[in-house]
């Protein structure tokens, strides 16, 4: 069973359009986020998201927004992509449920190319 | 964002070497301390620590926590080609965890 699935895994879309990226966790976790990978491998903390609090990194454009329907799910769209987008985005989650403890777990990643 | 920094941010060693990584943070009130082992996709979590001097070993690996000065370290002996990859750790506070830049490893036959 994956823990933590994203999808799609590849993506490539030209400059200007509009995409999303799926996630979703059956651990159980409170929490969920979305870390952005750039080449020079720095994962970057863009949101966290619990039933109660929606935390944005500052220094994320607002062409970036969350989505969750629920506590499983956090969808993340992209509005006018730009070339500067291209990196990889992680899902992840952490908290209680059937791993407890304060670890957090990754999906496999989306690589998103803008071109 | 609170820092943390990792060295070095590249090592190339051989087989058989043991190996030493470094990860430094500035704050003190945080939960834990998280590393993670990063090959071609999802960084997989190798270990966590909370409490200050105490080892936590898994096979080659081990690491250890100094709350006193803020870092701690991961050491992998007796290395082998499967242990390149990027190691990554995170301090976690809350909610949040913030990685550090990683040290790329390199071992070679």
């Known amino acids: 069973d994956t823990a933590v699935s994203q999808t799609p895994k590849y993506l490539v879309t030209q400059m200007g359009n509009d995409k999303s990226i799926k996630c979703e966790q059956n651990?159980?976790?409170?929490?969920m986020y979305w870390y952005k990978q750039d080449s020079k491998k720095f994962l970057k903390i863009m949101f966290s998201?619990?039933?109660?609090?929606?935390?944005i990194n500052e220094t994320v454009p607002n062409r970036f927004s969350p989505k969750s329907p629920d506590k499983a799910h956090l969808n993340l769209h992209i509005n006018s992509l730009e070339l500067g987008d291209s990196a990889v985005y992680f899902c992840a989650s952490s908290g209680t449920g059937h791993y407890s403890g304060n670890t957090i777990y990754f999906g496999e990643g989306s690589w998103l190319t803008v071109v | 964002e609170d820092k943390v920094v990792q060295s070095p941010l590249s090592l190339v060693v051989h087989e058989g070497d043991t190996v030493t990584l470094n990860c430094s943070y500035e704050v003190t009130n945080f939960r834990s301390l998280l590393w993670y082992k990063q090959e071609k996709k999802a960084p997989t979590f190798l270990f966590m620590l909370?409490?200050?001097?105490i080892e936590k070993k898994s096979g080659r690996l081990s690491s250890i926590l100094d709350k006193k000065e803020l870092f701690s370290i991961l050491n992998i002996t007796a290395t082998q080609t499967g242990d390149s990859a990027i190691y990554l750790c995170a301090r976690g506070t809350g909610n949040q965890f913030y990685f550090g830049t990683g040290t790329s490893l390199t071992v070679i036959p």
């Open positions: 998201y619990n039933n109660k609090e929606l935390i």
């Open positions: 909370t409490s200050s001097g």
């Open positions: 651990l159980g976790h409170d929490t």
